[in-house]
């Protein structure tokens, strides 16, 4: 999303823990003549999510596009689930942040935003969000990811409710809903299950950058001044298979 975005124009910060993660992205961004930025930002707290916006505010007074992309999950036993690290966390950083951040650089949203040219959020969610399944190829063995499904389901929510709220100040909240995507996240599961993960998409691959490149280009630019409130399911259709 980042490349996407930063190939095609725009300016752009990208904040994650890892300075050295980010560095090295930004580098390579930057030598494809991007012009890239980052912060170092652990949104796990609203003091993590309330440092990352006072150093935003230190480099720029306006904002365009928005990416909450910030998540994590966590696999434990249905019996023996941990508080802490299996939900007080996950609800944190998979809610809380979204609507901290969002709250804290509405203003720069906002400003000089038009119906015609409005500003944009997106919040990443996930086709977890609308399964019952907790258990699969993506954990481990007698383990589910009981909280995460969950706190994608707040956040289509949060979504939904960010976009009534903040409309009239014409700035567009919508979501993504990932399916299976190579990540640090998903890198268990497609080394333990990759082939049968493969077998069960009606494309018959997983998600690719190229997937989320386009529709963030669409959700960040003029071509959807006039969504806003949509859960946009990208998962090849795997979430509607029989």
């Given at each position: 999303?980042?490349?996407?975005?930063?190939?095609?124009?725009?300016?752009?910060?990208?904040?994650?823990?890892?300075?050295?993660?980010?560095?090295?992205?930004?580098?390579?961004?930057?030598?494809?003549?991007?012009?890239?930025?980052?912060?170092?930002?652990?949104?796990?707290?609203?003091?993590?999510?309330?440092?990352?916006?006072?150093?935003?505010?230190?480099?720029?007074?306006?904002?365009?596009?928005?990416?909450?992309?910030?998540?994590?999950?966590?696999?434990?036993?249905?019996?023996?689930?941990?508080?802490?690290?299996?939900?007080?966390?996950?609800?944190?950083?998979?809610?809380?942040?979204?609507?901290y951040v969002t709250a804290g650089l509405t203003?720069?949203?906002?400003?000089?935003?038009?119906?015609?040219?409005?500003?944009?959020?997106?919040?990443?969610?996930?086709?977890?969000?609308?399964?019952?399944?907790?258990?699969?190829?993506?954990?481990?063995?007698?383990?589910?990811?009981?909280?995460?499904?969950?706190?994608?389901?707040?956040?289509?929510?949060?979504?939904?409710?960010?976009?009534?709220?903040?409309?009239?100040?014409?700035?567009?909240?919508?979501?993504?809903?990932?399916?299976?995507?190579?990540?640090?996240m998903t890198a268990f599961g497609l080394k333990?299950?990759?082939?049968?993960?493969?077998?069960?998409?009606?494309?018959?691959?997983?998600?690719?950058?190229?997937?989320?490149?386009?529709?963030?280009?669409?959700?960040?630019?003029?071509?959807?001044?006039?969504?806003?409130?949509?859960?946009?399911?990208?998962?090849?259709?795997?979430?509607?298979?029989?």
């Amino acid at each position: 999303m980042a490349s996407a975005l930063a190939l095609n124009g725009a300016k752009v910060y990208i904040a994650a823990r890892k300075e050295a993660a980010l560095k090295e992205t930004t580098n390579e961004l930057n030598g494809k003549g991007a012009d890239v930025h980052y912060i170092v930002a652990n949104l796990a707290d609203k003091a993590g999510c309330d440092g990352l916006i006072s150093e935003f505010k230190k480099r720029e007074s306006k904002l365009d596009i928005l990416v909450n992309n910030s998540g994590i999950t966590w696999g434990g036993p249905y019996n023996d689930f941990p508080e802490a690290k299996g939900w007080d966390n996950v609800m944190a950083v998979n809610v809380k942040s979204i609507f901290y951040v969002t709250a804290g650089l509405t203003e720069l949203l906002a400003k000089d935003s038009t119906s015609y040219n409005p500003a944009h959020v997106i919040n990443i969610s996930s086709t977890a969000s609308v399964s019952g399944a907790a258990e699969g190829g993506l954990s481990a063995a007698g383990n589910g990811t009981w909280s995460y499904g969950i706190s994608k389901a707040a956040a289509n929510h949060l979504t939904t409710t960010l976009s009534t709220h903040l409309v009239k100040r014409n700035v567009m909240v919508n979501a993504i809903l990932p399916g299976v995507f190579p990540s640090k996240m998903t890198a268990f599961g497609l080394k333990t299950h990759g082939s049968a993960l493969t077998e069960r998409q009606p494309t018959g691959r997983v998600g690719i950058p190229q997937d989320l490149a386009g529709i963030t280009l669409f959700l960040s630019s003029p071509a959807s001044a006039h969504v806003t409130g949509a859960l946009i399911l990208l998962d090849g259709g795997a979430s509607h298979k029989l």
